[in-house]
């Protein structure tokens, strides 16, 4: 690959694609796909109380921080303010960033720069770079598949094995829950931390592993324990918090890693929190005591049907393994893939019911997907089972199959995903209920235990469910009682228990906090039926930055 002629002094912008996301228009958003996490896959079907917040796009910020050169990141922008970037600074480099399904936002951006910016080189980047044949499909000068920063680096003519410097990422924004925005404060929520990406396992469908490599690859930014232990102190102090969101596909995989850095965090007393992904195999690599002394406190793992063979989950009864983490004050986010191979109209509702039973703190479903760069699409592609009239926009899990699947049609995927939701809510409740219920486990269980970092950390939590989360709870059992008596009464001996715990200050809270929320749930129920969507804000972050003479 040629170096850019001007190297680290080139001008670069570092986009995502445009928004409003969540409505349907030509250049492939659509309002089934929002651009937010919860929302979109895993708490979809629960109204109001439905946890909605926005992820900012790590990728670019990560080749942001890993760069000398002059560099601009604009987020979540609209076409117009892309638009006024282009025309109003100068910019040697633009580079975009997608995944496969905004294909058509990045085709629309290229052209965009081609007319508006006609001396910019033209990068894009992600998974969008997967597509076979995408460069018939965009108008760019480069494409870059799998990691970025060091394609980045190389292209600039930079080091490109100088230590990776981790950004400081708060990992969501503009947090709702039934009607309420909750304040961004500092600390407030959780920091991003992105040891590596892909993931080694390699399972046949997923894509993330199949963009860093594939079976038994992966890129690793930090390597050990003490790299990621000095990353994270720093981001602690930086951004005054002590929770992170671990964006690595199986953090506990890399056991000796984990180990160390639980090491450094009872040597320096570190009371912190994190959120990870892992295999049902890699947890059970580790006793509850010392996920509960790692500060694991959520775990997003995979129920794949125990039929469907995926090496990750041999050997485990899941459903045993949740219960457990729940109990330790563990919040488990199950995610179910629906439409696998051997399900058919006759067993896929006693699957789903299956996932259902782990009753998991959260549950994502998704349909299963090939996408383009894995195995699986590979194997569709040969068998002749992908129809050729699939718009990209409508490839993203969360409608319809876009393959021919054995037994179960197209329309039937969208029918046995929607009723996968609805089910999961109708028996378990609200996903805000039962987070409720496992941090109250937690806290019954460690709230003596002799390690102080330990009581501290649920001690952090009780301060939430004492208090406001105690008058969601009152909410929620008012809200249910009409129409699902089962889960009210749930709600009603949980919020009994709290009450127990803490006597004066949950009973206050309910009463005084209480009747607010039950005001911005309904008004938010109404919003809801109205049509009422949510769109992140737009961000610009200018880094080594001179203004252009
Ligand atoms: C955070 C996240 C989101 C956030 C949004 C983030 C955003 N601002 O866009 C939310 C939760 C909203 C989201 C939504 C969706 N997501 Co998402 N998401 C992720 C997640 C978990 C992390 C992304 C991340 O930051 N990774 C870490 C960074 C460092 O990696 P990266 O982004 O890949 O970037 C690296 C390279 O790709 C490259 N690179 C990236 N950009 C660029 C640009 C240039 C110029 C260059 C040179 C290189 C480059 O360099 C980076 C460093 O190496 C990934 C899973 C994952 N593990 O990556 C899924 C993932 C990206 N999402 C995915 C999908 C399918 C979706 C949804 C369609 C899912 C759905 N139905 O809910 C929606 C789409 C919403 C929409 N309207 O666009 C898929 C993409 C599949 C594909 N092949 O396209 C992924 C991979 C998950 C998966 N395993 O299926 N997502
Ligand atoms: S374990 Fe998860 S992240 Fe790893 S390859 Fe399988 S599906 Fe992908």
Redesign the pocket.
Known sequence: METHPKGNHARILLSSVFGPYAQDDEFGSRSINPMELYHNQVTRAQGSFSLRMFHRSWGIMMIQENISAPCSVLDFPTRKAFARELTTNHYDVVGISSIIVNVGKVREMCRMVRELSPDSAIVVGGHVAAIPGVEHMIDADHIVRGEGISWMRRYLGEDEQAPIRHPNIVSGLETRIMGIRLPNRKGGTAATIIPSVG?P???N??T??AFFGGKGKFVNFYETGDELFEVMCRVESELRVNSFFVMD??FLLHRTRAMRLLELMKEARKSWELSV?A?ANAIRKYTMLELVELGVSWVWM?LESPKAG?S?LQGNDVRQLTRELREHGIRVQGSTIVGLEHHTPDNIVEEIEAAIAHQTDFHQFMLYTPVPGTPLYQEMADQGRLPTDMDPADIHGQFKFNFRHAAISREDSKRFLDWAFWRDFESNGPSLYRMCQTMLKGWQRYKDHPDPRIRERFAREMKKLSSAYNAALWVMEKEFKKVNRGVSERIHKLRREVEKEFPVVARLTAASLGPILLWSTRREEKRLAAGRTYEPPTFIERRNWVSAT
């Open positions: 993931c396992m390699g399972c469908f997923c993330t592993s596909e199986n992904f295999s995979g995926y990750k």
